[in-house]
């Protein structure tokens, strides 16, 4: 299929999910069945996986969850309604587990219990209580905003209105999922297309009599803000929600063991078949709240927590060809073009091949049968490769040692942490030298998490390029309208309206201008980080001029690797001048610098040596959740050294010369109450 073909395709199906998501979200009117609507959704996934030309702002890809309805009024959720990480398989899991143990700083054999619960596929549903009184009721919109539908929920019979028990807490968010019970939605299926577009159409009725009229459930699962909550753990937390009168999941199990979930899982997904209700997965979270609270979040999702989907779909097909494919930090991806094939009620004609290791390690070759994996929105990938079936002339399939768009010799990395070089080889070039990295770093620069410039999309920042009308990022804004008008698909208006979009947007924040940069391995969350570590544009340039970039290991959440990514863009002269021309052209704003007044305000804290049973990003985030800082030397400006076992002599002796505080880690954690 060529190129406007499958631009022509892609949008046809923008519009048909948004026009879906309309009907649904807004006129609560399902149009098709959640298998539809995800059949639609993963082949929009995987066109633009497979094409990166392909781009479009209401693309599900680019929304996270849904803007609450026009229907209700929005209230901010006091606690962010946070989305999971997903797990497949057991390695999976494993590096989940490995993952809390390195953050906590324990041995392999430390005992953590999980809080089993299946996953509901219903609509999730906050309820605000206050003095034991159902004062509001929200729906999870976007994760920080949710529509009032307080109302509709009242007419759920197993909502308590009225909770009088005495160690039900003052002010607290209950949360759960709202669905309909299977043999309930016998009697629906002429009104709705499934169970869970039933609940969701009815919780967005206009009027709650019309809501009343549907056999809703509600089953309680957790809490967002709490006030006087007196429960140490989940499990006990689910206990007290019976006793507060909700319904919680009969499924629920205290377990612990990577193996132990595996087991309750595969019992669980046989049983799935014979339950009242639809469940998509099995929900993990560390028992201890305890633990929890130190493990804190990452991103939008909690470290403390995984969603174990069910099982993935398989297929089986042939590879046709093997194309490779380049992104703007230079990483060439192996695709394989296959025999399309349905699986799960969506037609896959491509597959990703990861790595040329991946190909290495499967020996998979043009021509091969293989077994096609698709588990939930993930990328197909090749599962395994049929080796009886394979034809007797095959050969190797031989990845470029030079890249195929610019010629410059394809690299791997050194990976700092695990002391190898990277599986992912990457085109060598710099200066913008390479035509299609700089495409991908031009389509990067103005995507919505960046400077979000409506009417700039994918094809024409290509076509532009390809007009020699742009090759910098600067270029966009002193773009030759005149010239443009003259193009065909464009006219006055049109021309007028793309200027008017792009002076919009000479205004930008310091964290979306760091993003738009394309620094590899900065994304938009390290980039607040950096944006508030530094707080002008002018500081963050400064970078340019140090030859030690060791003070940015002082901002939590960066890393040497991110920190050696930053020294490589700043080395880059056409960076530097890209930056210049840049802070001329725009106004970029300051980061907003949160005022905090916790106990280690204005003071700074260094650590060295091993400390017990806690590691250095825990430290880090309690020194910065309580308003303190932390550096990476010792110097003046240092307050505390906290010393573990075997700390570095040379620090010890240098804070000595400084008069600068020494403290233990028992001494540091009664500054903070916690011991």
């Known amino acids: 299929m060529n190129k406007k073909k499958i631009e022509a395709e892609y949008k046809k199906k923008i519009k048909k999910i948004n026009n879906l998501n309309f009907f649904y979200y807004d006129q609560s009117n399902p149009l098709v069945t959640d298998d539809e609507y995800d059949k639609l959704k993963n082949e929009i996934l995987l066109l633009e996986a497979n094409n990166d030309f392909l781009k479009s702002e209401i693309s599900p890809s680019q929304t996270i969850g849904h803007k609450p309805s026009k229907n209700f009024s929005k209230i901010t959720h006091r606690a962010p309604m ?86 039900f807490p003052k002010d607290i968010d209950i949360r759960g999922e709202v669905f309909i019970q299977n043999s309930d939605f016998k009697n629906l299926k002429e009104k709705f297309a499934n169970p869970r577009n039933a609940a969701s159409g009815s919780l967005r009725q206009k009027d709650p009599k019309d809501t009343k009229k549907i056999p809703l459930k509600f089953i309680a699962y957790t809490f967002g803000f709490e006030k006087d909550l007196c429960v140490n753990n989940q499990f006990d937390f689910l206990k007290k929600l019976n006793q507060w009168g909700f319904k ?67 297929a089986i097909s042939k590879i046709l060809d093997i194309d490779i494919q380049i992104g703007r930090t230079g990483a060439l991806t192996p695709v394989a073009k296959i025999k399309p094939v349905n699986i799960g009620g969506v037609l896959v004609s491509n597959a990703t091949l990861h790595n040329e290791e991946e190909i290495k390690r499967k020996d998979i070759r043009i021509g091969d049968t293989v077994t096609v994996e698709r588990a939930g929105d993930v990328i197909p990938h090749i599962l395994e490769v049929d080796l009886k079936k394979r034809i007797k002339d095959s050969s190797k399939f031989i990845f470029p040692n030079s890249c195929p768009f610019c010629g410059s010799k394809t690299v791997k990395d050194f990976n700092l942490s695990t002391k190898k070089l990277d599986a992912v080889r990457r085109c060598s070039s710099q200066d913008y030298f390479c035509e299609k990295i700089s495409i991908e770093k031009l389509k990067h620069f103005v995507s919505k998490e960046a400077f979000n410039i409506d009417g700039l999309g994918k094809k024409i920042i290509e076509n532009f390029w390809r007009l020699k009308l742009i090759k910098y990022p600067h270029d966009i804004f002193r773009l030759d309208y005149d010239k443009i008008e003259t193009l065909e698909g464009w006219g006055k208006l049109s021309v007028e309206n793309l200027k008017y979009s792009i002076n919009e947007k000479k205004k930008v924040s310091l964290d979306k201008f760091i993003y738009s940069m394309g620094i590899r391995h900065i994304g938009l969350e390290n980039a607040k980080l950096i944006s508030k570590y530094f707080g002008t544009f002018v500081n963050f340039k400064k970078l340019s001029k140090k030859k030690n970039y060791e003070e940015l290991l002082n901002i939590d959440g960066i890393g040497e690797t991110q920190v050696n990514s930053i020294r490589t863009f700043f080395s880059n002269k056409i960076n530097i001048k890209i930056l210049e021309e840049l802070e001329n052209l725009l106004n970029i704003t300051n980061s907003q610098i949160e005022k905090k007044n916790g106990i280690l305000k204005n003071k700074t804290f260094l650590v060295t040596g091993k400390l017990k049973e806690i590691s250095r990003a825990e430290i880090k985030s309690l020194i910065e959740a309580n308003s303190g800082t932390t550096v990476s030397s010792v110097s003046k400006k240092l307050d505390f050294l906290i010393i573990g076992e075997k700390p570095t002599n040379r620090k010890v002796n240098t804070a000595k010369e400084l008069n600068i505080k020494i403290i233990n880690q028992d001494q540091f954690l009664k500054m903070l109450n916690k011991i």
């Open 248 to 314: 919680t999941n009969p499924l629920n199990k205290l377990i612990s063991g990577v193996d132990n979930l595996i087991e309750n899982y595969n019992k669980v997904e046989k049983d799935r078949a014979n339950l009242n209700f639809d469940i998509d997965g099995i929900v993990y979270k560390i028992n201890d709240f305890a633990l929890q609270k130190r493990l804190g979040n990452v991103a939008n999702a909690p470290r403390w927590a995984i969603a174990h989907k069910f099982s993935s779909n398989k």
């Open 82 to 167: 946070l989305s999971l990480a997903n797990a497949f398989t057991k390695d999976d899991l494993i590096n989940f587990e490995k993952k809390i143990f390195n953050f906590l700083s324990v041995e392999s054999n430390f005992k953590i219990n999980y809080s089993a619960e299946p996953k509901i596929d219903g609509i999730s549903a906050s309820l605000i209580y206050k003095n034991g009184e159902l004062k509001k009721g929200l729906s999870r919109g976007d994760g920080k905003q949710g529509e009032d539908i307080t109302e509709n929920l009242k007419t759920i019979k197993n909502i308590p209105k009225r909770i009088n028990s005495k160690d």
